[in-house]
């Protein structure tokens, strides 16, 4: 059993409890966003041209996204701190594998995975606590891996919390946290901001990112 901070879990308890109606949301939410499709179809590009290797999405929630990186040809499996989510994924997606855990602290052997991706995962984290989930990710990903982060941006403005559906979430100025994922030790290798589509309050940030020199 995972011995979680009171915010890791907070967070796995109130998506505990939206579990089955976010699953609902989640399954077809892809379809009518191509250019999220495409950041995920040139991520899955970029790991397929280095050669075959594990692929993590790290906060896989119902594991739609999971599915669709299957789907794009990638050896992939999912994390995730809620339960309740993990449970649906794997009865949804049987052919596929996923696990209960912490993305802050990856049961997994340095440089294990060719590929990376936190779909809206790091948001709910305290702009302070971010560094080591970055830390963590560089700690896991080959040095010719590829790192996907997607997140809500805040048009240039500080980090600032607002009312996400499930828990307190964070937006990010794109190039904040690219300079703290360089500060771990990534180098930029592309980026994708999107407006908001109806029903949507705010622009979407994509970074594709690959390892560098080790800081320090």
């Known amino acids: ?33 191509p250019l999220d499709r495409a950041v995920l179809a040139a991520f899955a590009e970029t790991v397929r041209a280095v ?10 929630g119902p594991g739609c996204v999971t599915a669709h990186l299957r789907d794009l040809g990638l050896d992939v499996f999912g994390v995730d701190l809620s339960p309740a989510m993990i449970d649906l994924a794997r009865e949804a997606y049987p052919d596929l594998r996923f696990e209960v ?49 997607a997140f809500f941006e805040s048009d240039g403005e500080p980090p600032t919390a607002f009312d996400h559906k499930v828990a307190t979430a964070y937006r990010w100025p794109i190039d904040e946290l690219a300079g703290l994922a360089g500060a771990a030790g990534f180098t930029e290798a592309g980026r994708m901001l999107r407006e908001p ?8 940030g994509h970074l594709l990112m690959r390892p560098g020199k080790q800081p320090g």
């Open 101 to 149: 855990g912490s993305m802050d602290a990856l049961d997994l052997a340095d440089g294990r995975l060719q590929g990376i991706v936190s779909w809206y995962s790091v948001i709910h984290t305290p702009p302070q606590d971010v560094p080591p989930y970055l830390d963590e990710f560089r700690r896991v990903l080959a040095p010719d891996g590829t790192l996907l982060l």
């Open 1 to 33: 059993m995972l011995d979680l901070s009171s915010h890791h879990r907070a967070t796995a308890d109130a998506y505990d409890a939206v579990a089955v109606r976010y699953a609902a949301f989640a399954r077809h939410a892809l379809d009518a966003l």
């Open 51 to 60: 050669g075959p290797g594990p692929v993590a999405e790290l906060g896989c």
């Open 197 to 204: 589509h109806e029903g949507e309050r705010f622009r979407r």
